[in-house]
């Protein structure tokens, strides 16, 4: 069936430094690729999506780039500030047009 | 707009006994999603409908679930009867067409004792 792997499961990071969440996918028809984030206690929110007609996309400290070819994506977090630790959740468009998600990634930023 | 409203934000009930979640989507969004958040097992949809219609239940845990959208603006999520191992958190969530984000609600905490 369709999946979404997800790599690290938990990232630990210094202020400042940069973070790097990668995602790869198994059904070659997706075209849709979003990030969301999970702040403790609180709802997944959408941050940043790409569609399989771009290779990457950026916002502010935050940037996706997508290789459809290899079938895997990865959100970049620049400079990163104590405000960005949360859980962080890839998803890719499935066949039947709902998300497939993958299983999160925990990011702490170290002070 | 007031986003993805789910009701009642906790609940807490008896082994046994029957709990109904409830959804409200963003207007004009016509699919609506049901997923369950644990540590251990992380987000899993349970079910979707899109246009009111239920399009796959197969993540739907067993025949104690049934979740129904009767028009456009409310879903229910149903439990009956609960179990200890239903306690999770229930987010219900929205997008406005076939490979769009979703917008999630704030969830429905539920513990069963």
């Known amino acids: 069936g369709e999946n979404v792997e997800q790599h690290p499961s938990t990232l630990s990071v210094q ?14 028809a997706s075209n849709y690729f979003p990030w969301y984030k999970q702040e403790l206690g ?9 569609r399989s007609n771009v290779g990457e996309k950026k916002d502010q400290r935050i940037a996706v780039t997508l290789n459809k070819t290899a079938k895997h994506f990865s959100l970049h977090i620049t400079e990163t500030q104590p405000e960005d630790s ?18 999160g990634t925990k990011l702490s930023v170290k002070p | 707009d007031a986003g993805v409203i789910q009701s009642p934000r906790h609940e807490v009930t008896e082994m046994g006994q029957e709990v109904t979640l409830r959804c409200k989507p963003i207007s ?9 958040q644990t540590m251990m097992r ?5 079910i979707y409908f899109n246009n009111n219609v239920p399009i796959d239940d197969s993540g739907m845990p067993e ?42 609600g704030s969830g429905t905490r539920l513990t069963v004792v």
């Open chain 1, 86 to 103: 949360a859980v962080y959740f890839c998803a890719a468009g499935g066949s039947q047009g709902n998300l497939i998600f993958g299983k």
């Open chain 2, 42 to 46: 992380g987000l899993e949809l349970l």
């Open chain 1, 15 to 28: 202020e400042g430094d940069s973070a790097v969440i990668k995602c790869t996918y198994s059904d070659s």
């Open chain 2, 63 to 104: 025949d104690r679930f049934s979740a129904k959208m009767p028009n456009a603006s409310f879903s229910t999520l149903k439990i009956q009867p609960s179990e200890p191992r239903d306690s999770a958190v229930y987010f219900c969530a929205s997008s406005r067409a076939r490979n769009y984000g979703y917008t999630f």
């Open chain 1, 42 to 50: 609180k709802r997944p929110q959408l941050i940043i999506d790409i």
């Open chain 2, 28 to 36: 004009g969004h016509n699919s609506l999603f049901w997923y369950r």
